[in-house]
């Protein structure tokens, strides 16, 4: 049985009009034009204007871009980079596919996002790059980070994968770090119609290799100068996103609206939410609570018709994936406690208030 009350909107039309994003793909169509054309440039022009990030390039999802972001950095096999456990382990994905280990430092107990702390402790003579996730679109301790990085000599490399349009300190996240990278996969609050990613970065140098990079490390057609990717974001994609991005603003309020309604309504209710960094106006693409009964209380909204999710399970560095680096149970506790206790609620701009009151109702109840 479907739930009634699910945890995400995807339905065309959800964050721009469905007739201006139809006739985007029908512009695209008749040009004939898919791939590095025309309409990629105009929104990374736009995504520049928009994020106040010097330059843009659009990549084909955002675990490349990361991948992207640290082989432009010189980033390679014998290299580590330290990264949060708690995000998806895509994150730590791409650092593996650049050949570099990904090591993981623990989290703050409060907004679950790195520690700068932790990070101090795991930074060693092998250490090449930073890599912070703003993690449910609230920032990271870009502060702490940027400052272990001019003391170590190090790039921080943003992962603005889920902080679509989130702020710190009025600049863009994404923008403050020697690169910033972002997914555009459907769920996320800038979504294509499928796969996408962007790099972007205000070292001219560095996005002039990136645009290399990204398209097999050619230097003009059929001269390829350096070992490069084919991770291209296609013409279709940009021209979807471009629409899409002129209300990205207002749908990021709604969901600021919504998340006041939420922390409001379950005040007193046995549960919290996850703290937004002081001086970020979150993008809240996910609203997060933590219970130490949380898959108890999971069952208990699924019995009653409302969807929920966990972001996420597992830590990385307890993934199997990962059991070779040596990082087991206790190396990150903030992180592997959170990961028990965390659970997202539905929260999407189109959303009622209505429905988010029967959420909130369910889970004072519980």
């Not at 013409?235 to 990205?248: D, F, G, H």
């Amino acid at each position: 049985m479907s739930p009634e009350v699910r945890f995400n909107d995807l339905s065309l039309g959800t964050s721009a009009p469905a007739a201006e994003i139809e006739a985007a793909i029908a512009r695209v169509l008749a040009s004939a034009w898919f791939i590095l054309g025309p309409e990629l440039e105009s929104f990374e022009r736009e995504i520049v204007s928009s994020f106040d990030c010097g330059n843009a390039i659009g990549v084909a999802n955002g675990t490349d871009s990361i991948a992207l972001a640290l082989k432009a950095l010189g980033v390679g096999p014998g290299d580590e980079v330290v990264t949060t456990p708690l995000t998806a382990a895509f994150t730590a994905l791409a650092v593996s596919h650049v050949g570099a280990k990904p090591v993981f430092a623990d989290v703050e107990p409060e907004t679950l996002t790195l520690s700068a702390e932790s990070v101090a402790r795991r930074i060693t003579s092998k250490t090449r790059a930073i890599l912070p996730v703003h993690l449910y679109g609230n920032a990271a301790d870009i502060e702490g980070m940027l400052a272990l990085a001019q003391d170590h000599g190090l790039p921080v490399v943003e992962d603005a994968c889920q902080a679509h349009g989130a702020r710190y300190g009025g600049k863009s996240l994404g923008s403050l770090g020697r690169v910033g990278t972002f997914s555009f996969y459907p769920t996320k609050n800038l979504g294509a119609l499928g796969d996408g990613g962007m790099v972007v970065t205000r070292d001219d140098g560095l996005a002039a290799k990136l645009r290399r990079l990204r398209n097999g490390g050619q230097s003009s057609r059929y001269r390829h100068d350096e070992i490069g990717f084919n991770s291209r974001l296609d013409e279709i994609q940009a021209a979807v996103l471009q629409v899409k991005l002129k209300y990205l603003e207002s749908k990021n309020e709604r969901r600021r609206v919504l998340s006041r309604l939420y922390e409001e309504a379950l005040e007193g209710s046995g549960v919290r939410p996850v703290a937004v960094r002081e001086g970020c106006i979150s993008a809240r693409h996910l609203f997060v609570i933590r219970s130490p009964n949380r898959d108890a209380l999971a069952a208990h909204l699924k019995e009653r018709g409302i969807e929920t999710l966990i972001h996420f399970p597992i830590p990385t560095h307890l993934q199997r994936a990962y059991e070779s680096l040596g990082q087991g149970p206790g190396s990150c506790p903030n992180a592997e406690k959170a990961c028990g206790e965390i659970l997202s609620l539905p929260l999407y701009p189109t959303l009622s208030t209505a429905t988010l009151d029967r959420v909130a109702d369910a889970v004072r109840s519980f």
